[in-house]
């Protein structure tokens, strides 16, 4: 539909499906500290022990991340990431309903899981295969999703919250996730395969490759030879500092 009105590329209606995915995720899963105090009022809890919520969700997320990579690569991503926002969606339905600390960690698990189904572990793939001359402005486009949504669903949090209570605050957020962002990503994330128009589908010829990069980008390579070159080193461990 966008397509056809404003003679957009399917690959930015892509961006944009992947934009409002990171949006709902990342809005919601940074909503915790906005918790924290109600939590810690009403079931009398101390902080640590919500916090390991928290470092509950991030440890399974860290974990499951080359998961998330494996199930993008083999089966469809838009299926695996939108599953990921409903199973997110779901935790957070069940978190506002928890009654228990026990119920509060595994609840925070499955959030984690979820989250980790839609992130740019899966979602990545969808913007790389539609773009090769402008990928990067593509995939900071889409990323920036995050932002947005740190900054609008935090305060929209926050002030649910304050007029209704923090059981409200989860079921709205849960609303938002699976009544607003899967159907909307589901119809944005529908367009048609193929790169960007304009863009040769691999620029990079092997034959005029780097030193420092000795493969055409475009072709791909297996994670047997990934993890044989500097590169994949460097940056793997760059995430850990």
């Not at 990921?84 to 935790?91: D, F, H, I, Q, S």
Request: net charge positive; hydrophobic share 55%; glycine share 10%.
């Amino acid at each position: 539909m966008l397509k056809r009105r404003f003679n957009i590329h399917p690959g930015w209606i892509v961006v944009i499906g992947v934009a409002v995915i990171l949006f709902g995720t990342a809005g919601s899963r940074f909503s915790f500290g906005v918790f924290l105090k109600p939590l810690t009022d009403d079931f009398g809890w101390s902080r640590g022990s919500l916090s390991g919520a928290l470092a509950i969700a991030g440890l399974s997320t860290g974990l499951l991340r080359p998961f998330a990579g494996w199930f993008a690569d083999r089966f469809d991503p838009v299926r695996v990431a939108l599953a990921g926002v409903a199973l997110g969606g779901v935790a957070l339905l069940g978190l506002s309903r928890v009654q228990s600390l026990w119920q509060l960690y595994a609840l925070f698990m499955i959030m984690g899981i979820g989250f980790t189904l839609a992130s740019p572990a899966t979602l990545t793939k969808l913007v790389s295969a539609r773009f090769t001359r402008r990928r990067g402005l593509a995939l900071s486009l889409a990323g920036s999703g995050s932002a947005v949504g740190e900054t609008a669903l935090v305060p929209l949090s926050a002030v649910i919250l304050v007029l209704s209570g923090w059981r409200s605050a989860y079921m709205v957020l849960a609303a938002i996730l699976i009544l607003v962002i899967v159907p909307l990503a589901f119809m944005l994330l529908r367009a048609r395969p193929g790169i960007e128009e304009g863009e040769a589908p691999a620029e990079v010829s092997k034959t005029k490759t780097t030193s420092a990069c000795a493969w055409a980008p475009d072709d791909g390579m297996s994670l047997r030879e990934a993890v044989k070159t500097p590169i994949f080193w460097a940056l793997t461990a760059g995430f850990f500092t």
